[in-house]
């Protein structure tokens, strides 16, 4: 089923995110992960793709085996650094080949050892580039992508980013999911301004809940600012992980109840393979 059939029908859609074990770790920790998961009745889970591909065929099997095993509909992450066209639509054409018709289309980040990388040189510079082209090929697949509330770190003009994002619907997205967030304001206003663009399609809020103190390095990657309540929180806890684990919980629940009441069309978990945390949240959010 195409995804974006399922936001025109409910809202708001709920989703999970995971990623694949690490190459030297056996696929079953994540599918004992998803027997936990399904339970939960996630409208879809979707795989994120490791850096320049390094684990796309667990992605392609772990997303096979969530919709065709598990019964649940599944989106697979896709970037297109470093790779060629030819590889693009071999990876495409393999998820196709396994009935998953919902892709989050991405440019991804330079590979770690090579941070200058030169996007100019990659087949695709821009996540544009790559929805195009899916699109060119495959009009019945449902495209998701990226959005950034508080503006992608490498665009030095938020103005420039939503005109930047605009390109990128117009290029074929049906839906956004948007990056890691903890001020529902952000959300809000986003929205606004996205509409004010001629943005239409549905904008799902991703939620990352805070499990770790390591949420501060990723949070610094990501160009995502933390409230002064939660740089509160986070000081508080920072020698009681499992205080700081429940306060976390909660405040991701608070944050999803509310981006609910406010007509939010989708929620998209983080869930960082913590089927139990998840379940937690959902349970204090009412879902
Ligand atoms: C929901 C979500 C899921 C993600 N999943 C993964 C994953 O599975 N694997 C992974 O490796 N990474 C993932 N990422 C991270 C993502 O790959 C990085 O943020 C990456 O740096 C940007 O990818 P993008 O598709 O947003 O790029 P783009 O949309 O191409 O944007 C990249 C930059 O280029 C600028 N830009 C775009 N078009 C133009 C233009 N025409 N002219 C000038 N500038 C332009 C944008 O403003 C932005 O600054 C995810 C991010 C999010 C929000």
């Known amino acids: 089923m195409k995804l974006i ?14 990623f694949p074990p ?20 996630p409208d879809y889970i979707s795989v994120t793709y490791g850096a320049g591909g390094s684990q796309k065929d667990r992605t392609i099997e772990i997303s096979s085996n969530i919709k065709n095993t598990y019964n649940i509909e599944s989106m697979a992450h896709l970037t297109c650094v470093g790779h060629t066209i030819e590889e693009i639509d071999f990876i495409v054409d393999s998820l196709i080949e396994n009935n998953i018709k ?3 289309a991405l440019r991804g980040d330079p590979p770690a050892d090579q941070p200058d990388f030169d996007f100019s040189k990659n087949s695709f510079k821009y996540a544009s580039e790559l929805i195009s082209h899916i699109r060119s090929r495959h009009n019945d697949l449902c495209i998701a992508a990226a959005a950034y509330l ?37 959300y809000y206003e986003f929205q606004e301004r996205a509409a004010t663009i001629g943005i239409k399609c549905p904008i799902a809020a991703g939620i990352m809940p805070i499990f770790s103190s390591r949420i501060k390095a990723m949070t610094a ?37 509310d981006l609910i009441d406010n007509g939010a069309d989708g929620i998209h978990l983080y869930t960082m393979n913590r089927p139990k945390s998840s379940s937690e949240i959902l349970k204090n959010a009412g879902l």
């Open 102 to 104: 919902n892709i989050l």
């Open 5 to 18: 059939d399922l936001f025109n029908d409910k809202k708001p859609i709920v989703s999970f995110e995971i």
């Open 150 to 186: 508080e503006g992608h770190p490498e665009c030095s003009k938020i103005k420039d980013d939503m005109i930047n994002l605009k390109h990128k619907t117009d290029a074929g997205v049906d839906f956004l999911v948007t990056q890691l967030f903890f001020d529902n304001r952000l």
């Open 22 to 41: 690490k190459l030297d770790t056996p696929l079953d920790t994540i599918f004992d992960a998803l027997e936990k998961f399904k339970a939960l009745g």
């Open 221 to 257: 990657k990501s160009g995502c600012s933390i409230p002064a309540k939660l740089v509160m929180m986070l000081d508080k806890y920072q020698d009681n992980p499992d205080d700081l684990l429940k306060a976390g919980i909660e405040y991701a629940s608070i944050q999803i109840r």
